[in-house]
């Protein structure tokens, strides 16, 4: 799906010297829900989106997010596991509620599991950029990103400089290839700003979206951009207020 945003743009031939301004589109992939999606616009290529807090929502998007990749652009997803959370029968169940083969989108994902913070390193910078250049991916997903950096056999000094590593040259390869990135986390026994790695994420992504499940719906908070929507809990076969022509924000 492509989005449009103004930019400011010079022509040096005399014949166009009053066009001040062209349509740039904004390559996006859509979450799979749509009052985040309406809300933040799609999730960017060149962005890193964390998606923090805790919400049964959370675990959906990666599987959500791997679909809907292949469906906008015929192309691959890296999906980094840093906390068991990879599902491809859930990814499956998604990609045939969209009415998608199942089996050709599991052959567009390419997941790789970590079970130490080492392990989840190694992969970092080591093994993802071959695996980009083979096989050209549009987006990047990394599964609870914070929680291998908080093993306690790990001192905090040490979990710090591998996170600000890590970081670092994702955002490198975000850059240089266009990539759709997202980290998420989810576990209420872990919080992300566990050791302060939360100042570390929050500061290095273009956007946080900070989900926390209420009784009967979850409030998404964009951190930078200060937009924030309510998502409500509904039964299936229940229709949404939007349908009515109400807008909750």
Known sequence: MKKTSLSTYSIGTPDFLDAKEILKPDIVVESGIKELDNLIGGLK??????????????????NQLCVNTYRT????????DGGMCADPYKIASYARKMEVDQREIL??????RAFTVYQLTSIIQELLEPSIKRYKPRTLIIG???????DSDVKDKEAKTLLRTNIHKIRELTTKYNLVTVFTNIDRGMPSNNRGLREIIYKDADEIVLMKQMELSTHVQLIKQQKNTVILDIAKGQMRLQEFGMVIA
């Open 73 to 80: 652009f015929h192309s691959d997803t890296m999906y980094i």
């Open 45 to 62: 290529t060149g962005e890193i989106t964390y998606i923090d807090g805790y919400s049964n929502l959370i675990s959906n998007i990666p």
């Open 144 to 150: 609870k990103f914070p929680v291998l950096h908080m």
């Open 107 to 112: 052959n567009h994902i390419h997941i790789s």
